[in-house]
């Protein structure tokens, strides 16, 4: 059976982690039924994800890279088949200019697309998120703040994940959404800061969004989201 490389696949919302909706609702092997490539999040926002060809890695707090198991459970995750095109070099450029030249290329800013950006990097900057696995949680904020930040230089690896448009806001974190792997790997998480020395972008663009709600999940089912709320703590949270 072919894969369906047109559409981009999200267990969960960015708004339902806001409120501290961190349960696991999607185990990873149930999502990656519907993807090989892909970044999230374990129960209770522990860590960052990075699938790339099949394969699961969480960075956590401590900055140790692992392989997840199939059992283990997310709140919120995106997954694709990947199907990219490499569209040209990036070089020499900061975080702010990296993302620029990605949108530029992309020539629009109303289309979700996955990006792939693979090569050396004078310096790249991640953060990990300290969580816990059982309850109470906390808020996305209260969370966010237990962080490590890791620093690196003068390293190669992969810088991939999402763009979203700013309409979706809520359901996705408007813009970039992009995570770390070196090629050892042993070293990323969530890109805070990168400088690019020399790499080659990969874009691939989807014509679907399929959102995946947990409706097994009474808290989720009951829980009253505050638009303006949302939107603030996914923005300070992601950057």
């Known amino acids: 059976m072919s894969k369906n490389t047109q559409t981009l696949y999200q267990h969960g919302t960015l708004a339902l982690l806001v409120p501290g909706l961190l349960a696991g609702t999607q185990t990873i092997g149930e999502l990656m039924h519907h993807g090989d490539t892909g970044i999230g999040t374990l129960t209770g926002l522990d860590g960052e994800l990075i699938m790339r060809a099949g394969q699961v890695y969480q960075v956590n707090a401590d900055g140790h890279v692992r392989i997840v198991g199939p059992e283990e459970q997310v709140p919120f995750a995106n997954v694709h088949y990947q199907d990219d095109r490499a569209v040209g070099k990036i070089t020499d450029q900061n975080f702010a200019g990296i993302k620029a030249t990605i949108l530029q290329v992309m020539g629009t800013s109303n289309v979700f697309y996955a990006v792939r950006l693979v090569g050396e990097f004078d310096q790249v900057q991640t953060r990990a998120v300290r969580g816990t696995q059982q309850p109470p949680f906390g808020t996305l904020a209260e969370t966010a703040k237990a962080q490590s930040v890791f620093n690196a230089t003068d390293i190669a690896g992969t810088l991939s994940g999402y763009y979203s448009p700013a309409i979706y806001g ?35 663009e989807f014509t679907d969004l399929q959102l995946h709600l947990p409706t097994g999940n009474e808290q989720f089912r009951q829980e009253q989201f505050n638009t303006d709320e949302v939107l603030r703590d996914i923005n300070q949270a992601e950057n």
């Open 170 to 204: 809520g359901a996705t974190s408007p813009g970039f959404h992009l995570h770390f792997l070196d090629d050892e790997p042993t070293f990323g998480g969530h890109v805070l800061d990168a400088k690019v020395r020399r790499a080659t972008l990969y874009l691939q």
